[in-house]
């Protein structure tokens, strides 16, 4: 083995991408305060899934709450 060898020793394992989706739509329903749409995914989500998906699903809230939020600009009356 080279010292640049791009050969990855431990494979990554497998996401599920429809819980990442998931997660990306409940941060953006968190982040916006719509409950409907964030009980909604919760029903879909449930509790009985097992570590893996709910890690894809804290995976994809991670992926959206990285990016800052865009600050508001103030309300200039003329």
Same mark, same amino acid.
């Given at each position: ?10 494979p990554e394992p497998a996401r599920n991408e $429809?819980?990442? =989706?998931? =997660?990306? $739509?409940?941060?953006?329903?968190r982040r916006h305060r719509d409950t409907k ?8 989500? =449930? ?12 995976? =994809?809230? $991670? ?16």
């Amino acid at each position: 083995m080279g010292i640049f060898s791009r050969r990855n020793s431990t494979p990554e394992p497998a996401r599920n991408e $429809e819980m990442v =989706g998931l =997660g990306r $739509e409940y941060a953006i329903a968190r982040r916006h305060r719509d409950t409907k749409a964030m009980n909604r995914i919760m029903r879909q989500v =449930g509790n009985d899934k097992d570590v893996t998906d709910l890690s894809d699903f804290r995976d =994809g809230q $991670e992926s959206y709450d990285s990016i800052p939020p865009i600050p508001r600009s103030r309300n200039r009356r003329r």
